[in-house]
């Protein structure tokens, strides 16, 4: 196969199934581990050996004033964030949990409307907030009081924290101009949120709980081998073959990916309001991104 597109369309039609389906192997692994131990070996086992193996190949450590910064958005992206996610499938079934994952887009507009004080909004940001605000509701509101009274509300908290972290990672290092290669400092964001959580886990007490069985130790394999080494390999060397604005369309596919498997192989609930929320959310995500294309367009045009 000596087609640089063909690999790399088949990189992303990986990575549009493989993270679709961490989200099963998550909740598979937080029915026998405790959450932030299974979360922090998994990211430190990751870093470690990406940090190794670029190394080896000659790629070079961060400056001292880049170290940081990439902590930081590892911190947030990796150990808050993606933490919570696995805290939060001890509750939520894995499919709702993806769904609800998909609101960060919208997040992430409204954080940096606030910051630039609503100077990139129009139409299609306004529309896509509302479009993605109503299919939250309809995930939620038909079942608040299920919601409210049950474990779910620990797994909703859990989420929303999760995607607001996610989101402030994600603004912050929009704004920091790094010169660090992206698979080095992925390698550290890996690492620094591994030993955070790993730390988190200890501090907790999880240790005691920490017993693989088969299921548990094959999901973290899994997460490890699948969703984190070959699933960020194959993302990285498709947007370098790919425009990254349709690489990212990953982000439509994973939340459906999820859904699917999660009532295939764990009989997770299927309504039609949930189905209903996943096409209108969606929808709001593709709204607003065609809106802030358009603002930076106008960005650029008032600049020239």
């Given amino acids: 196969m000596n087609n640089p597109k063909l690999k790399?369309?088949?990189?992303?039609?990986?990575?549009?199934i493989v993270w679709g389906t961490t989200y099963l192997a998550i909740r598979v692994g937080v029915e026998d581990l405790p959450p932030w131990l299974f979360a922090g070996f998994r990211w430190t086992a990751a870093g470690l050996f990406f940090l190794i193996v670029l190394r080896l190949k000659g790629f070079k450590f961060p400056l001292k004033q880049e170290l940081v910064p990439i902590m930081i958005v590892g911190?947030?992206?990796?150990?808050?964030?993606?933490?919570?996610?696995?805290v939060a499938e001890q509750w939520l079934p894995s499919?709702?949990?993806a769904l609800l994952i998909t609101t960060?887009?919208?997040?992430?507009?409204?954080?940096?409307?606030?910051f630039t004080r609503g100077k990139s909004y129009n139409m299609f940001i306004v529309l896509g907030l509302l479009a993605g605000s109503f299919g939250i509701y309809l995930i939620l509101g038909g079942s608040l009081e299920d919601i409210v009274e049950g474990d779910y509300i620990y797994g909703v908290i859990s989420i929303f924290f999760g995607v607001t972290a996610w989101s402030l990672g994600s603004v912050y290092s929009k704004y920091k101009k790094l010169t660090t290669h992206p698979l080095m400092s992925a390698a550290i964001q890996m690492l620094t949120a591994g030993v955070i959580q790993t730390g988190l886990g200890f501090a907790l007490g999880e240790w005691e709980r920490f017993y693989f069985t088969p299921e548990s130790l094959g999901a973290y394999l899994y997460l490890l081998f699948v969703g984190s080494l070959f699933g960020y390999a194959a993302y990285i060397y498709a947007i370098s073959e790919l425009p990254v604005s349709f690489v990212a369309t990953y982000a439509y596919i994973n939340p459906v990916i999820a859904l699917f498997i999660g009532w295939l192989f764990l009989d997770e609930v299927l309504t039609f309001n949930l189905i209903t929320a996943a096409f209108v959310i969606l929808f709001g995500v593709y709204l607003v991104n065609r809106g802030n294309k358009q603002a930076k367009i106008k960005i650029i045009k008032n600049s020239t």
């Fill in 75 to 86: 911190i947030l992206l990796l150990g808050v964030a993606n933490g919570l996610v696995v």
């Fill in 8 to 16: 790399a369309y088949l990189a992303y039609t990986s990575i549009c």
């Fill in 104 to 114: 960060i887009p919208l997040i992430i507009t409204i954080i940096e409307l606030i």
């Fill in 95 to 97: 499919g709702l949990t």
